[in-house]
């Protein structure tokens, strides 16, 4: 059977655009690996409608409604292999299944790439986090800090003094001309000993402990690490790849449509900021987009 479209992706951007489609009566097929990027989170914040809500609650809402639609097919599996032909697109399946579509649309997420520090990777999405929009008044006026990785980390901790007294860790690293200026105008103190790890109860963080031996006291720890594509789909159908300030991002015109004609990509993938919001608005630019081309060629 040829679908109308494949979507590569079950997160809240792919599941966008299938529900989209799905109400444009278009054959879809969702492939989807079941391990969305912000799993390791409680709850998702500033969507409307759902603040404070489990995103897994979400999703699951989310898939029992789209798969109401008669023309939608949802399957846990992985694409492991995608090809461009003259009439569309085929995907083969990890089980080796191979199935094809006139349209194709990614939207399979990211993998951050988390600092290699003893305590740190069992506290990200509870008290080592991102972005302070999603995860910051929760921690209001405690002690916060930034982990520095790059010169975007200024940026970070000043911005997250926003929220309560912030420490910049630089682990090593050294400022830039004017950067302490900067850091100093916004209040923010600097730590300049390299970090030997987080020490906390449970997956709580309540101090971290330098590498010359001293401790200091945070609630909670923010960083920007490098993300990388969940899948190799993109490189293998050799759309065009930005190298974004913390990692690689798809190339998207306004539609969403990749320098593949007829390949759409949505959601973590293709923008710079990233949240649940910008990645349900983004699928459905991709499934409505996807939608007119079948329509109109």
Same mark, same amino acid.
């Given at each position: 059977?040829?679908?109308?479209?494949?979507?590569?992706?079950?997160?809240?951007?792919?599941?966008?655009?299938?529900?989209?489609?799905?109400?444009?009566?278009?054959?879809?097929?969702?492939?989807?690996?079941?391990?969305?990027?912000?799993?390791?989170?409680?709850?998702?914040?500033?969507?409307?409608?759902?603040?404070?809500?489990?995103?897994?609650?979400?999703?699951?809402?989310?898939?029992?409604?789209?798969?109401?639609?008669?023309?939608?097919?949802?399957?846990?599996?992985?694409?492991?292999?995608?090809?461009?032909?003259?009439?569309?697109?085929?995907?083969?399946?990890?089980?080796?299944?191979?199935?094809?579509?006139?349209?194709?649309?990614?939207?399979?997420?990211?993998?951050?790439?988390?600092?290699?520090?003893?305590?740190?990777?069992?506290?990200?999405?509870?008290?080592?986090?991102?972005?302070?929009?999603?995860?910051?008044?929760?921690?209001?006026?405690?002690?916060? +800090?930034?982990?520095? =990785?790059? $010169?975007? /980390? &200024?940026?970070? @901790?000043?911005?997250?003094?926003?929220?309560?007294? *912030?420490?910049?860790?630089?682990?090593?690293?050294?400022?830039?001309?004017?950067?302490?200026?900067?850091?100093?105008?916004?209040?923010?103190?600097?730590?300049?000993?390299?970090?030997?790890?987080?020490?906390?109860?449970?997956?709580?963080?309540?101090?971290?402990?330098?590498?010359?031996?001293?401790?200091?006291?945070?609630?909670?720890?923010?960083?920007?690490?490098?993300?990388?594509?969940?899948?190799?789909?993109?490189?293998?159908?050799?759309?065009?790849?930005?190298?974004?300030?913390?990692?690689?991002?798809?190339?998207?015109?306004?539609?969403?449509?990749?320098?593949?004609?007829?390949?759409?990509?949505? +959601?973590?993938?293709? =923008?710079? $900021?990233? /949240? &649940?919001?910008? @990645?349900?608005?983004?699928?459905?630019?991709?499934? *409505?987009?996807?939608?007119?081309?079948?329509?109109?060629?």
């Amino acid at each position: 059977m040829k679908h109308d479209a494949i979507i590569v992706g079950g997160g809240f951007a792919g599941l966008a655009a299938a529900t989209y489609l799905a109400r444009a009566r278009r054959n879809v097929r969702v492939v989807d690996t079941g391990k969305p990027r912000n799993r390791f989170a409680d709850a998702s914040h500033g969507f409307l409608g759902h603040d404070g809500s489990d995103p897994r609650h979400i999703l699951a809402t989310a898939r029992k409604q789209l798969l109401a639609y008669p023309t939608v097919e949802l399957i846990e599996a992985e694409a492991s292999v995608a090809r461009i032909h003259e009439d569309g697109f085929s995907v083969r399946l990890a089980g080796g299944e191979e199935i094809v579509a006139r349209k194709l649309i990614l939207a399979f997420g990211m993998r951050d790439e988390l600092p290699d520090l003893p305590g740190l990777p069992e506290r990200w999405g509870k008290t080592v986090l991102h972005c302070p929009y999603c995860h910051g008044i929760e921690f209001s006026d405690e002690l916060l +800090g930034v982990l520095y =990785r790059t $010169p975007m /980390s &200024v940026h970070q @901790a000043s911005l997250i003094a926003e929220w309560g007294p *912030t420490t910049l860790y630089l682990n090593g690293a050294e400022l830039a001309e004017g950067e302490r200026a900067t850091l100093h105008a916004r209040g923010v103190k600097v730590e300049t000993a390299p970090v030997a790890g987080l020490i906390g109860e449970g997956l709580g963080l309540s101090a971290i402990e330098m590498a010359d031996g001293r401790r200091s006291a945070i609630a909670a720890l923010y960083i920007a690490p490098r993300s990388c594509f969940t899948s190799p789909l993109a490189q293998q159908l050799g759309v065009e790849i930005d190298d974004g300030p913390l990692g690689p991002v798809i190339h998207t015109d306004g539609d969403k449509m990749t320098s593949v004609p007829g390949l759409y990509a949505a +959601g973590d993938i293709a =923008r710079m $900021p990233h /949240s &649940v919001s910008w @990645a349900v608005a983004d699928g459905v630019t991709a499934g *409505t987009s996807a939608h007119r081309s079948l329509v109109f060629g």
